[in-house]
């Protein structure tokens, strides 16, 4: 609601579009998404007195807005969802590249324990012919 008595409802729309753009509303709460019914409401007016018929290039403006940040926040959207995918992609190498390193030390494992037996063998093979 404006101190100003003269001044329209199609500035009092504009100035609360503006106050709901940089997220300074007076009347509505602060992080309010930005409707046609909310800066209806932040200019102290009824949501149905801001209609297209009435205030056409105000209403395009809105709409014009809201469209732009829906696009950036899609957009947002899309590279996070892209970071997410890449890392997850990385995870899951990570683990492939893990599964196969566990599989090899498990061979070098097994390896190395037939080579102590056969270690163990021929120190007994050795003994038997000394005696």
């Known amino acids: 609601m404006s101190l100003n008595n003269s001044e329209t409802a199609e500035e ?8 709901l753009k940089i997220n ?5 709460d602060k992080g309010s998404k930005i409707t046609q019914n909310n800066i209806a409401r932040e200019a102290g007016r009824d949501p149905s007195a801001l ?4 205030y056409p290039l105000l209403v395009l403006e809105i ?7 829906e696009c950036d926040s899609l957009k947002v959207k899309k590279t996070k969802d892209a970071r997410v995918r890449s890392l997850k992609d990385r995870m899951s190498d990570c683990r492939k590249q893990r599964d196969k390193l566990a599989s090899i030390v498990e061979a070098q494992n097994f390896y190395i324990e037939e080579l102590l037996d056969d270690i163990e063998r021929l120190k007994l093979e050795n003994v ?3 005696k």
Do not use: G, H, T
Not at 24 to 28: D, G
Not at 63 to 69: G, T
């Open 12 to 19: 009092m729309f504009r100035d609360a579009f503006e106050r």
């Open 24 to 28: 300074k509303p007076l009347f509505i």
């Open 51 to 54: 209609k297209k018929s009435r």
């Open 63 to 69: 709409q014009a807005y809201i469209n732009s940040i």
């Open 128 to 130: 038997v012919q000394l």
